[in-house]
């Protein structure tokens, strides 16, 4: 029986549990962006940094690099909490599945930040490039070989979700951008030392953060409203 007073309206509930969904989701939207932005502006700002010849990474080295570090911790936060909200929204497995692949994504660019990579290119301005390895350079290169491919993965398995919603434009859209990160991160890692392989490491880095707001975007359109 409705306890609704005759003549009334009834009064709209909230869902508290769907609103957090859809809030979590919105952070995955909302990473990729800020980390571009903030790490480009630094490219534009920092001497001696060349788009065209340096990693992203490279701007942990010197003086200034806790800002890059900061954006890799707050951007790897926002990963974590899209994470959590496609674990939420997306079915048994598949949701688990995703939810950990993106997790790892997110942990690995705390990995990122707390290695920084050796100096390579003439960067950082007087500084000598590193002839071997070092023990940081080398977690730096697993921590984003880890993020590089967790990422792609998490694209094909919510891409299969995608599929079978009927959202054939993203799920295609994952699948390509799965193969472009794993191709774009092994040919940038081969040819690190020359500018073609620095333009297949933005194209990886690019084509994942896309991915990551197309898809949570999606996604958040597709979460139940907490309106009820």
Same mark, same amino acid.
């Given at each position: &029986?409705?306890?609704?007073v005759?003549? +009334?309206?009834? /009064?709209? +509930? ?5 609103? =957090? +969904?859809?809030?979590? $989701?919105?952070?995955?939207? =909302? ?13 534009? $700002? @920092?001497?001696?940094?060349?788009l ?24 790897? %936060? ?5 994470a959590?909200?496609?674990?939420? %929204?997306?079915?048994?497995? /598949? ?21 920084p ?7 950082p ?9 070092? =023990?940081?350079? %080398? ?16 694209? @094909? ?12 434009? @993203? ?8 193969? @472009? ?11 690190? &030392? ?26 958040? /359109? ?7």
């Open positions: &029986m409705s306890n609704a005759p003549g +009334t309206t009834p /009064r709209a +509930t909230f869902d508290r549990g769907r609103a =957090v +969904t859809k809030s979590l $989701l919105g952070w995955g939207v =909302v990473a990729g962006p800020f980390y571009l932005v903030v790490g480009l502006a630094q490219a534009l $700002l @920092v001497p001696g940094f060349d065209s010849r340096h990693a992203l990474s490279l701007l942990l080295l010197g003086p200034l690099g806790w800002i890059q570090a900061l954006n890799l911790v707050l951007s790897g %936060l926002m990963v974590l909490a899209a959590l909200g496609f674990a939420r %929204l997306l079915p048994g497995g /598949r949701g688990v599945a995703t939810g950990i692949l993106l997790g790892l994504y997110g942990v690995s660019l705390f990995g990122a930040a707390l290695f990579p050796d100096p390579m290119g003439g960067f301005p007087g500084g000598t490039d590193a002839t071997t390895a070092s =023990v940081s350079g %080398l977690l730096h290169l697993v921590a984003g070989a880890i993020g590089f491919m967790s990422l792609a993965a998490a694209a @094909v398995v919510a891409g299969g979700w995608f599929r079978r919603e009927r959202r054939r434009g @993203v799920a295609i859209t994952s699948y390509v951008a799965a193969a @472009v990160i794993v191709l774009g991160f092994l040919g940038g890692a081969a040819l690190a &030392m020359a500018p073609a392989g620095v333009g297949l490491l933005w194209l990886a880095v690019v084509a994942g953060w896309a991915w990551l707001a197309i898809a949570s975007l999606t996604a958040y /359109r597709m979460a139940p409203s907490p309106v009820l």
